[in-house]
């Protein structure tokens, strides 16, 4: 198993268990400003789930 700071550097592309890239993700929970998502594994059959936090905002030119 890898630890959480590698698997947060490496973008959540591999298993944090066996390191496979056979990774699958959920539907996305948002909740005041994070965002959770159920992950799993293909190869090994490990859950867990991602969180994602509000970070920035990018303004489009409002219309009116």
Known sequence: MI?????IKGKGLSCPFCE????????IQIEA???????GCTECEGAWQDVYELIDIIPYKREG
Request: no cysteine; charged share 30%.
């Open 20 to 27: 496979a890239e056979s990774v699958q993700g959920g539907f």
């Open 3 to 7: 630890d959480k700071e590698s698997y």
């Open 33 to 39: 400003g994070k965002a959770f998502q159920e992950m």
